[in-house]
């Protein structure tokens, strides 16, 4: 069964980029038609969509976060990642990253992982 | 961008008893193309990514207990859990997937009274 994993720096500063990597185990980020994707959620608050990156490397960003959101595969490591950029204490959420199967809702989730940015 | 509303923020249900969550969208998430809602539920606990419940505003995820059931079409939508357990203590949201950007009710947290 597909498993996901998310990693990077857990703070990072004002103004710089927020560099994430979700590593997908069980299966080949390749096969079938997905949508590889990043959520947020800010400490008691609810669920922010990001973006995401198709199977077919076609990627979707929330216009809220264009300008600073890059979204990409590697799928010789089988990985996607995330790259938010001139972040701001507004930016501190869980980020989590999601399989969504265009039809299903997002089907599986990672862990989560907790960004603060801070000086 | 298509708004999502959830009924009530909170609710506090007796075990046993029926809670009910209501979900409205901003415009309708039917499509067309094969006459399906594209609408799901979520569950969290604290601590815990979301999971999903139910798809296709009616659809029960693999594994999912058949106590949750989701109903409505067009803008409209419930979760229903017919008889609360301990465990369906969480926060639940509903999402639409009609189009990007993807969206999330606000939340509706239970539990028990």
């Known amino acids: 069964q597909v498993q996901l994993q998310e990693s990077g720096p857990g703070l990072v500063k004002p103004s710089q980029t927020l560099s994430l990597t979700c590593t997908v185990s069980g299966g080949s980020i390749s096969s079938g038609s997905y949508y590889w994707s990043w959520i947020r959620q800010p400490a008691g608050k609810g669920l922010e969509w990001i973006g995401r990156v198709h199977t077919s490397g076609s990627t979707n960003y929330n216009p809220s976060l264009k300008s600073r959101v890059t979204i990409s595969e590697d799928t010789s490591k089988n990985q996607f990642s995330l790259k938010l950029s001139s972040v701001t204490a507004a930016d501190t959420a869980v980020y989590y990253c999601?399989?969504?199967?265009?039809?299903?809702?997002?089907?599986?989730w990672g862990k989560g992982t907790t960004v603060t940015v801070s000086s | 961008d298509i708004v999502m509303t959830q009924s009530p923020d909170s609710l506090a249900v007796s075990l046993g008893e029926r809670a009910t969550i209501n979900c409205k969208s901003s415009?309708?998430?039917?499509?067309?193309?094969?006459?399906?809602?594209?609408l799901a539920w979520y569950k969290q606990k604290p601590g815990q990514p979301p999971k999903l419940l139910i798809y296709?505003?009616?659809t029960r995820e693999s594994g999912v207990p058949d106590r949750f059931s989701g109903s409505g079409s067009g803008t409209d939508f419930t979760l229903t859990i017919s008889s609360l357990q301990a465990e369906d203590v969480a926060v639940y949201y509903c999402?639409?997937?009609?189009?990007?950007?993807?969206?999330f009710g606000q939340g509706t947290k239970v539990e028990i009274k």
């Open positions: 999402q639409q997937y009609y189009n990007t950007p993807l969206t």
């Open positions: 999601a399989r969504y199967c265009g039809g299903c809702g997002v089907d599986v």
């Open positions: 415009q309708s998430v039917l499509y067309s193309s094969n006459n399906k809602n594209q």
């Open positions: 296709w505003a009616s």
